[in-house]
């Protein structure tokens, strides 16, 4: 099974957010600034998960809208990892 296959999750470092809306440029569904300037997720009720290390579901049809946020955000902030082991598949940390 290949990570396009299965279940995904993202979050965001916002100690390393840069606040440049890249990633709500491309994934706005999953991704918004807040009034601090920086980036969340958001969950499927679009309610921003503002806890440090929240994540959410990434829906398979925004896969690979939120994997160009994490490729192109400029603060390295955006982590994709499997739900069933917590291995980070797309961003900084990926292996």
């Not at 994934?27 to 806890?51: H, M, R, S, T």
């Not at 896969?63 to 994490?70: K, N």
Request: proline share 7%; with cysteine.
């Amino acid at each position: 099974m290949s990570s396009q296959d299965e279940p995904l999750e993202v979050w965001i470092d916002q100690d390393l957010c840069t606040g440049d809306g890249i990633c709500v440029q491309y994934a706005p569904e999953v991704f918004e600034l807040d009034i601090d300037g920086l980036a969340y997720v958001k969950g499927e009720d679009q309610e921003l998960q503002d806890a440090p290390g929240a994540t959410v579901p990434v829906p398979l049809t925004l896969l690979q809208d939120v994997v160009d946020s994490a490729k192109e955000c400029p603060g390295d902030c955006i982590h994709v990892r499997r739900t069933r082991d917590l291995v980070e598949v797309y961003g900084p940390d990926a292996v």
